[in-house]
């Protein structure tokens, strides 16, 4: 059926010719169109001093516009985290990627703080469709190894999202740094909707009613199951202090890291700032195993934030390098783990609402506390801020990971 069909949510009575593509092909672009629009979100990371500098922006203002995309997101989760499950995956991916591409062209093109944020607000709103959409595919797809739809899951989301700082800063070096990234972003992710378009989809796993169909897509109350809310809200802790540590990571880091090395160049910027993320996705690759995966991750974190103000002091950046990775690789494990658990125990057919009402509070974590942080810089400057935010961050992580432990440590009934 076509992507106009899937939309309707009416019985398709004549088929159309389409590319039956592999299992591999499906795997292939649930993951890239997902990492795809993480990459385009987090472009601006290592440009963000530029991007303050040519708009005259405060450290307050670079915040709400980087947490207009995190609460759009949201919000999107809370509206439109079941829609794949009645439209299909490939529709909602479809959509996804246009609301993307509204949202790179906005934010390419913005001369005021407004339209960063309208323009991030887009994007994040394409992120929320797509969050869902693709990790059910992923699990559509992979019925019998749900532990591999969950690592995958995780492993485009940490990945894309540590890529875009990286391929940010490298692309910055060419003409018009604030402007070409996202050119070249549009092209990739327009070049996606080709595969998208042409694929022979799969029915959606909820038909909507025949009579009044839209009335499946209403906003919905998020709701978990009561068996699994214990592993829900232990995903979701662990989700939020991990995307504080994330935010913070890909908006006012940059600016702090850049003080600490002593560099102004946006490469080597958007590497530290991609690190904490990428050593999460690396630890994707090779999990460690047993039944204490997630206290010691989450010990990892505690140590890895802990170490930051004090590389900050003695200037060492080995000691910021080594920080930020620790910090990845613990919430890489801890919060797999969870994920993974929420994942297994969940209805296949609850599973893209579930999964989103988990990035619901997971990315209030990128929110809420970095909007908190800028707004404490600008009182109290941004060293003296960050070392508080790191602080209070390793202080929860370290709890967690002791309630984990004795959780982890009962026998079995």
Same mark, same amino acid.
């Given at each position: 059926?076509?992507?106009?069909?899937?939309?309707?949510?009416?019985?398709?009575?004549?088929?159309?010719?389409?590319?039956?593509?592999?299992?591999?092909?499906?795997?292939?672009?649930?993951?890239?169109?997902?990492?795809?629009?993480?990459?385009?979100?987090?472009?601006?990371?290592?440009?963000?001093?530029?991007?303050?500098?040519?708009?005259? !922006?405060?450290?307050?203002?670079?915040?709400?516009?980087?947490?207009?995309?995190?609460?759009?997101? #949201?919000?999107?989760?809370?509206?439109?985290?079941?829609?794949?499950?009645?439209?299909?995956?490939?529709?909602?991916?479809?959509?996804?990627?246009?609301?993307?591409?509204?949202?790179?062209?906005?934010?390419?093109?913005?001369?005021?703080?407004?339209?960063?944020?309208?323009?991030?607000?887009?994007?994040?709103?394409?992120?929320?469709?797509?969050?869902?959409?693709?990790?059910?595919?992923?699990?559509?797809?992979?019925?019998?190894?749900?532990?591999?739809?969950?690592?995958?899951?995780?492993?485009?989301?940490?990945?894309?999202?540590?890529?875009?700082?990286?391929?940010?800063?490298?692309?910055?070096? !060419?003409?018009?740094?604030?402007?070409?990234?996202?050119?070249?972003?549009?092209?990739?992710?327009?070049?996606?909707? #080709?595969? !998208?378009?042409?694929?022979?989809?799969?029915?959606?796993?909820?038909?909507?009613?025949?009579?009044?169909?839209?009335?499946?897509?209403?906003?919905?109350?998020?709701?978990?199951?009561?068996?699994?809310?214990?592993?829900?809200?232990?995903?979701?802790?662990?989700?939020?202090?991990?995307?504080?540590?994330?935010?913070?990571?890909?908006?006012?880091?940059?600016?702090?890291?850049?003080?600490?090395?002593?560099?102004?160049?946006?490469?080597?910027?958007?590497?530290?700032?991609?690190?904490?993320?990428?050593?999460?996705?690396?630890?994707?690759?090779?999990?460690?195993?047993?039944?204490?995966?997630?206290?010691?991750?989450?010990?990892?974190?505690?140590?890895?934030?802990?170490?930051?103000?004090?590389?900050?002091?003695?200037?060492?950046?080995?000691? !910021?390098?080594?920080?930020?990775?620790?910090?990845?690789?613990?919430?890489?494990?801890?919060?797999?783990?969870?994920?993974?658990?929420?994942?297994?125990?969940?209805?296949?057919?609850?599973?893209?609402?579930?999964?989103?009402?988990?990035?619901?509070?997971?990315?209030?974590?990128?929110?809420?506390?970095?909007?908190?942080?800028?707004?404490?810089?600008?009182?109290?400057?941004?060293?003296?801020?960050?070392?508080?935010?790191?602080?209070?961050?390793?202080?929860?992580?370290?709890?967690?990971?002791?309630?984990?432990?004795?959780?982890?440590?009962?026998?079995?009934?």
């Amino acid at each position: 059926m076509s992507v106009v069909d899937e939309l309707r949510m009416r019985p398709v009575t004549v088929r159309r010719r389409a590319w039956d593509a592999s299992l591999a092909v499906r795997l292939a672009l649930a993951i890239t169109v997902i990492s795809t629009l993480l990459i385009g979100a987090n472009l601006a990371t290592p440009l963000y001093p530029l991007i303050q500098a040519e708009l005259g !922006l405060t450290s307050f203002a670079v915040t709400i516009a980087f947490s207009s995309y995190v609460l759009a997101l #949201v919000g999107g989760l809370v509206l439109a985290g079941h829609w794949s499950d009645h439209l299909g995956r490939r529709a909602a991916l479809v959509l996804a990627v246009v609301l993307g591409l509204l949202g790179a062209s906005l934010f390419a093109a913005a001369t005021s703080l407004p339209m960063l944020a309208a323009g991030r607000a887009l994007q994040g709103g394409a992120v929320a469709l797509a969050t869902g959409a693709s990790a059910a595919a992923l699990r559509d797809l992979l019925p019998t190894r749900p532990e591999w739809a969950s690592r995958f899951t995780l492993l485009a989301s940490a990945g894309g999202v540590a890529a875009g700082p990286v391929i940010g800063g490298l692309l910055s070096l !060419l003409p018009a740094p604030t402007r070409t990234p996202f050119v070249v972003y549009l092209v990739v992710l327009a070049a996606l909707l #080709v595969p !998208l378009l042409l694929l022979d989809a799969r029915p959606a796993i909820r038909a909507a009613a025949s009579v009044r169909p839209l009335s499946a897509l209403r906003p919905r109350r998020p709701a978990v199951a009561r068996d699994v809310r214990r592993a829900f809200w232990t995903a979701a802790t662990v989700g939020f202090l991990s995307f504080a540590v994330f935010g913070f990571s890909l908006s006012l880091a940059p600016t702090w890291f850049a003080s600490i090395v002593g560099t102004t160049s946006r490469p080597v910027i958007g590497v530290l700032a991609a690190l904490v993320l990428a050593s999460s996705a690396v630890s994707q690759l090779l999990p460690p195993q047993g039944r204490f995966v997630a206290p010691v991750g989450l010990a990892s974190m505690a140590l890895g934030v802990g170490l930051l103000p004090v590389a900050a002091q003695t200037g060492s950046v080995t000691l !910021l390098v080594l920080a930020c990775v620790v910090a990845g690789l613990g919430q890489g494990m801890a919060f797999r783990v969870v994920f993974n658990e929420v994942s297994l125990a969940v209805d296949p057919a609850q599973h893209a609402q579930t999964v989103s009402a988990v990035y619901v509070i997971t990315y209030l974590g990128s929110a809420l506390p970095v909007l908190g942080l800028g707004a404490a810089a600008g009182h109290w400057g941004l060293e003296a801020s960050v070392t508080v935010f790191a602080l209070l961050v390793c202080s929860a992580c370290a709890l967690l990971a002791v309630a984990s432990l004795v959780v982890r440590g009962r026998p079995a009934r």
